[in-house]
């Protein structure tokens, strides 16, 4: 697209928005602790993102790795930064019949594991244990005397908003607590996805923005890693997040999703660079992600 193009839809679309979008102020609820609220609208953030999970499941053979650990009974599962258990309900479909796993729960929100332990009462091959109000941030004193216990430890999209300093010490201690031959799968954002742009963006040029800490990303588990010695392997995956252009109330709580800032005019603040996110031609937009999966197993 021509850069002209992209000025007169820019003008077209930010007069659009105007109109169908009253820009409400709304409580502050930032980084972190964006997930703490009670009821902020998961299902079109969902429908948006389901591409991530799916992605994942079609890419990692999580039955065939899983089923080994199974023989002896239960699977025992940490499951850091659980959230409302999108994860397991994916897994879930795709797991055979032998497979079963006795999951603890880590997150900072209340609300969130409350919300895993119900899905997963629903679900045919997971069942909650034990729940662990907690920052991840505070693993080696929340789950200090556990050495070995874990088949299977996964962070699914919950190393982001994390203090990069103390992820080494974190990490040392998530290989304590994995069992020979247990799994520890990391599913992180890269420098390269679009979740990166958004929140540079803002952090550069938005007064609130300027006072938060970046983004943990798979870059940095890659340094930490490294510096740790663990053998492990890294999938990529690439794929984008489309949101069409009638979906204008969507978008704006994409963007705020993505920056965890729920106080902020999105559509506004990021005018200038949604241009470059916008498909004309298929009256949609698309931002493309790159998130790895890493798998360390215990030896
Ligand atoms: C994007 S959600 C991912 C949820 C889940 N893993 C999934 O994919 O289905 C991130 C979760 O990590 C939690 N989280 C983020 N930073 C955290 C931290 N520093 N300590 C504890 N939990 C954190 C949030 O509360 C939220 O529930």
Known sequence: MESGQIQS??????????????????QKLVGKYYYARDAWDVNSWRDVIAIEYEK???????????????????????????????????LD??????????????????????????????????????SYESLIED????LSAQASHYDVIWAIHSLTTVDVGKMTEVYLHLLDLLAPEGYLFIYQLTAGSSY??????????????????????????????DSIHPDY???????????????T????????KCILDDSVDALKFFETLLGEFHEEERGE?????????VVVQRR
């Open 9 to 26: 839809n820019r003008a077209r679309r930010s007069k659009k928005l105007a109109i169908e979008y009253p820009f409400r102020k709304s």
């Open 56 to 90: 994942l499941i079609e890419t990692y053979p999580f039955n065939e790795k899983l089923r080994p650990l199974s023989e002896n009974g239960d699977i025992k599962l940490l499951d850091i930064g659980c959230g409302t258990g999108i994860f397991p309900s994916y």
């Open 93 to 130: 479909k795709v797991l055979s019949e032998p497979i079963h796993l006795s999951c603890d729960l880590l997150d900072l929100s209340a609300s969130s594991l409350q919300q895993c332990r119900q899905v997963l009462s629903q679900s045919d091959h997971f069942t909650a244990h034990r």
């Open 139 to 142: 693993i080696p004193t929340t």
């Open 196 to 225: 990166q742009k958004l929140h540079s963006f803002y952090r550069a040029y938005h007064p609130q923005g300027k006072k938060v800490a970046p983004f943990m990303e798979y870059e940095d588990t890659q340094k930490i890693l």
């Open 233 to 247: 392997e890294v999938h990529e995956l690439f794929f984008p997040h489309v949101i069409r252009d009638d979906r």
């Open 249 to 256: 109330v969507i978008l704006e709580k994409y963007l705020r």
């Open 285 to 293: 937009y698309q931002f493309p992600q790159q998130v790895n999966f």
